[in-house]
């Protein structure tokens, strides 16, 4: 059964219903503002029930959320899965392998199959960018389709809570300077944050990297571009720390971890050169001596623990006002 | 037979001809303008009132899946003849690939059954296109092969391109080949630029047809064997095709239709109609190909006719087959084209007549007397809706799929036989 944006203008926004509501979470690109800030405003909502003696609410109580990762991920899966539970949501993990081809079932077929089990919500990660699309073009209406990361292009909700995060530490988004650092050509945390800040107004957000690892256009998404760590994080308020990942290590796009630490570690002497009261961000897991220096991770300006906790509730509020639940 | 076309527009491209006259056709060629020639009765006569007729289109890259898919070609031989294709270059990407000269006998002689358009094959370069071998490229040619390719890419053994292009001028045959170094091209699905950044798509980059140009200019010159390119891309490529053409290096070069109209940005909310080979970059590339078509570097528009089926394309952009169906929208598109860019009809259409026609040598895409007879007739400006049901290919597939367009064939005439017709607002 076709979602029903199939027939409607193909250019039209597929994650919002024709009210403009939030229907699915599939990129922060081109996501109104309002619907930004209304997740990070619902989340705060929700941090204070992982504080109370009965954790859950029953706002997705009756409701199926399956999560289907196409690639490996199990902090990811767990904090959804925690969020759902929260929710008071029947949750259903499948770990598909990660080569579609390894069963000969198409993407599709399997959407089809889990649909038919009264899928209500899919949160979906698969290693191909734009996946989620598809898949959102292809769902029954009433299905919402959640998206944990397609490829290098986007992860929403990974923006949504370090939006978040940086709201809780820094107050006001319209006086920051925040620093993305690493691997930005493959990196959907790195395209979906650049995506939630400028939304947010945030005045200056910098991209810093070897040009190996900078896509083309950055500066069209409103991004400085740097190639120098110490320029590209003097002054800063926020560092967001990416993952460097082990095949990028070798080959022709860096030669070595070590060279990478050497240029683009965050060290405690490379922190100094940013505010002093600057937070220090990563997404998780880290490689820690490879682009963060352990006592950065570990010391009093990171506030990479925290992230973890309020993915957990940015995670129910977006599955919350996905699945057109009221305010709380 | 005695054909006549009465009170049609005739557009020739090649002499610049654009009037209202009728054409007499007999023993399959033109055989006079305005009157009947002494003791010529009509066997038959098409009403080309409000009508152009002009010489049937040339498509220089028309994919027909034989050998391959049995039965495929008589159905894209009709889908031809519907869009008013009245010769197509086959590529030599079969299954197997055409290196052999009992398969291009087969091919050819399962075009003429069909009775559809004119088909020229093109022959494989290399032994199952693998780029290491060369294939029998003179025994092919005498088999009826025009020219002969490398499809994809450059073949990786830069030494197997030099001694092809010295054996081929030994028998001064042309290669036809794709600019596109592949170690550069390296696994990308969507053109390097802003698009392609924001949505996470691996890219591939314009020095991918650019270093493959340089390549086939330098080989060329130490060679002198004639080159045709496929499917320029980019602005930068194109500039070394015309300063290759400036310098007088025998060389041609296409375009596909799909890389007139579309640019990335079209790529939308990633719909893999849009993804192609090679990729949509952007709006600069395609202000240079549409520049390169009115000055002459680009030769002609080809439809890069590829029949996918809807498995090939329901899939992640990066994992869905590239390609779309062309043959029945290249006449449309490039009336569109030249109506939005303000080009004269003659002009438009010397890209997919007399321009390809030249590139092959062959001598059709012109309406003159004693030319053969290849002709359409169609109404620029009947409307008809791109779908399943529309389209005569088994290949659904298009960016274009739902779009109306503007200009509908009613005959296709292929050696002044008529072989398509269509009432006006009918079935084929």
Not at chain 2, 155 to 172: E, H, W
Not at chain 2, 217 to 226: I, K, N, S
Not at chain 2, 339 to 367: F, K, Q
Request: glycine share 10%; with cysteine.
């Amino acid at each position: 059964m076709a979602s029903p944006d199939a027939d409607a203008l193909p250019r039209r926004n597929p994650q919002l219903n024709r009210n403009g509501e939030l229907h699915h979470l599939i990129t922060i690109e081109g996501l109104p503002r309002p619907i930004i800030e209304r997740i990070i405003d619902t989340a705060d909502s929700f941090i204070n029930v992982a504080a109370r003696e009965v954790k859950s609410v029953p706002l997705l109580r009756g409701r199926s959320v399956f999560n289907l990762f196409f690639e490996n991920s199990t902090r990811t899966r767990t904090t959804f899965e925690i969020a759902a539970r929260r929710l008071s949501a029947d949750v259903f993990n499948l770990n598909i392998a990660a080569s579609s081809t390894s069963k000969g079932e198409s993407l599709l077929d399997t959407i089809d199959n889990l649909s038919a089990m009264q899928a209500d919500m899919f949160v979906v990660r698969h290693a191909t960018s734009g996946a989620p699309f598809l898949i959102a073009r292809h769902v029954a209406p009433h299905v919402h389709v959640i998206n944990a990361g397609d490829g290098r292009h986007a992860h929403p909700t990974q923006a949504l809570l370090d939006a978040y995060t940086i709201r809780h530490y820094k107050k006001d988004f319209r006086n920051l300077t925040v620093a993305i650092v690493g691997d930005i050509l493959h990196s959907r945390v790195a395209r979906s944050a650049i995506h939630a800040l400028t939304t947010l107004g945030v005045p200056e957000v910098r991209a810093v990297g070897p040009l190996t690892l900078l896509p083309a256009g950055l500066e069209s998404l409103g991004v400085r571009v740097f190639t120098r760590l110490d320029d590209g994080i003097r002054g800063a308020d926020v560092i967001i720390m990416l993952r460097l990942q082990n095949e990028r290590m070798r080959g022709a796009l860096l030669p070595s971890a070590h060279e990478y630490f050497r240029n683009y570690g965050l060290t405690p002497e490379k922190l100094r050169l940013a505010r002093p009261d600057a937070i220090v961000m990563h997404p998780g897991p880290m490689n820690r001596g490879v682009e963060i220096d352990s006592s950065v991770a570990d010391g009093p300006q990171s506030v990479i623990l925290p992230q973890v906790t309020f993915g957990i509730a940015v995670r129910m509020a977006v599955m919350a006002i996905a699945s057109s639940s009221p305010r709380i | 037979m005695n054909l006549q076309i009465a009170r049609g527009r005739v557009i020739d491209p090649e002499s610049g001809t654009d009037r209202v006259v009728d054409v007499f056709v007999s023993d399959g060629r033109i055989a006079a303008f305005g009157d009947a020639p002494a003791g010529w009765v009509a066997q038959r006569r098409l009403d080309a009132a409000g009508l152009v007729v002009a010489p049937g289109l040339v498509d220089l890259c028309a994919r027909m899946r034989e050998p391959g898919v049995e039965g495929a070609l008589r159905v894209e031989m009709r889908a031809a003849l519907a869009g008013g294709v009245t010769g197509v270059v086959c590529p030599p990407d079969t299954d197997p690939p055409l290196d052999e000269p009992g398969l291009v006998r087969m091919l050819r002689q399962r075009s003429r059954e069909a009775q559809g358009a004119r088909l020229y094959p093109v022959g494989a370069l290399t032994t199952g296109l693998q780029g290491s071998a060369l294939a029998e490229i003179e025994t092919l040619a005498g088999v009826g092969c025009v020219a002969f390719a490398q499809t994809g890419c450059l073949p990786r053994d830069k030494s197997v391109l030099l001694q092809a292009m010295r054996y081929a001028r030994t028998f001064d045959l042309a290669l036809w080949l794709v600019p596109v170094e592949e170690s550069l091209a390296g696994s990308g699905v969507a053109g390097a630029g802003a698009v392609a950044g924001r949505l996470g798509l691996p890219s591939i980059p314009v020095v991918a047809e650019t270093v493959a140009l340089h390549t086939i200019f330098e080989l060329q010159r130490a060679t002198g064997a004639r080159i045709h390119v496929g499917r320029l891309s980019s602005a930068p490529g194109i500039e070394l095709v015309r300063a290759a053409k400036r310098e007088g290096l025998p060389v041609s070069a296409d375009v596909g239709i799909h890389h007139v109209h579309l640019i990335d940005v079209d790529i939308g909310y990633f719909d893999s109609n849009f993804r192609l080979d090679p990729p949509l970059r952007t709006q600069r590339d395609r202000d240079a190909i549409v520049a390169a078509l009115a000055d002459g570097t680009l030769d002609a528009i080809c439809s890069d006719h590829a029949p996918l089926g809807a498995d090939d394309k329901l899939l992640p952009f990066g994992e869905a087959a590239p390609g779309a169906t062309g043959l029945e929208t290249l006449l449309p598109l490039t009336l569109r084209w030249a109506a939005s860019a303000g080009i004269p009809l003659d002009r438009a259409l010397r890209c997919v007549t007399s321009g390809p026609a030249r590139v092959l040598g062959e001598d059709v895409g012109r309406i003159a007397v004693g030319a053969k007879a290849d002709l359409v007739v169609f109404d620029p400006r009947e409307p008809w809706r791109v779908t399943g049901d529309t389209l005569v290919s088994d290949g659904k597939i298009t960016p274009f799929i739902g779009y109306e367009l503007e200009g509908r064939v009613r005959y296709t005439i292929v050696a002044g036989e008529v072989r398509h017709e269509r009432q006006p607002g009918g079935a084929s």
